[in-house]
Structures are given as C-alpha cells and as structure tokens.
C-alpha cells in the first residue's frame, strides 16, 4: 500500500520561498509519475507541476521559472521548490502518484490514484 505524506507548508510573505516535501511509502517509487496539485478555497484543484520516472518535468503555466519539482530515489521523496511565491499561490497542497510517463494530461486529477492529506501554503502582501 502507498502513503503519501507531505511537509513543509507554512506561512511567508510574497516574494519569499518555500519547499515542499512528499514522503512516499510502498513500492517502486522509481517507476512512478509523481505530481503536485494545489486547490485554493473555492476553486478546483489543479496541476502544478510533474516529474515521471525517465525525469521528464512540466509545469503549470502560473509557476513555470518560480517552481522546480524534483525527487530524490535514494529516499524516496518528492520536492518541490517555490520561489518568488505570490498571494495567489495561497493553497493547500496535494502530492499525487501513479505509474506512466507524461502526457499532455499530466495536469488532470483522474490520472494518479494516489493522494497525500496536503500542506497548506499560505502567502501574504
């Protein structure tokens, strides 16, 4: 069975940084396709960044040159690094996993089956 369980979330002021963790638990943390999701009060959850087993990354639009998204397989865990982080990245963030490499739609929920709880982020002006 997988775990997922993120950290460090936090509060910081806009312009400041942040880097979020995902333990992963289980098995074949190498072969999977490992995203990011946020979802702020009232709005959907979407994609912010993904990494596959072969390295590929993709981005959202809104953080592409602020965010980096990297694993670590010597212990199983997901990063990602925020910079320049603006109020509208307020949000809870959700570390996902499946197997396969990216596609064009890396962004959609309904591909990972598994989810962490969140880190909530919570940036102010």
């Known amino acids: 069975q997988v775990r997922l369980v993120e950290s460090g979330g936090g509060s910081v002021q806009a312009g400041g940084s942040l880097k979020l963790s995902c333990a992963f638990s289980?098995?074949?943390?190498?072969?999977?396709?490992m995203a990011w999701f946020r979802q702020a009060p009232g709005k959907e959850r979407e994609g912010v960044a993904a990494?596959?087993?072969?390295?590929?990354?993709d981005y959202a639009d809104s953080v592409k040159g602020r965010f980096t998204i990297s694993k670590d397989t010597t212990n199983d865990t997901l990063y990602l690094q925020m910079i320049s982080l603006k109020p509208e990245d307020t949000a809870m963030y959700y570390c996902?996993?499946?197997?396969?490499?990216?596609?064009?739609?890396?962004?959609?929920?309904?591909?990972?089956?598994?989810w962490g709880q969140g880190t909530q982020v919570t940036v102010s002006s």
């Open positions: 996902a996993a499946d197997f396969g490499l990216l596609t064009t739609n890396w962004a959609r929920q309904s591909e990972y089956r598994e």
């Open positions: 990494v596959d087993r072969q390295g590929s990354t």
């Open positions: 289980g098995y074949t943390f190498n072969n999977r396709r």
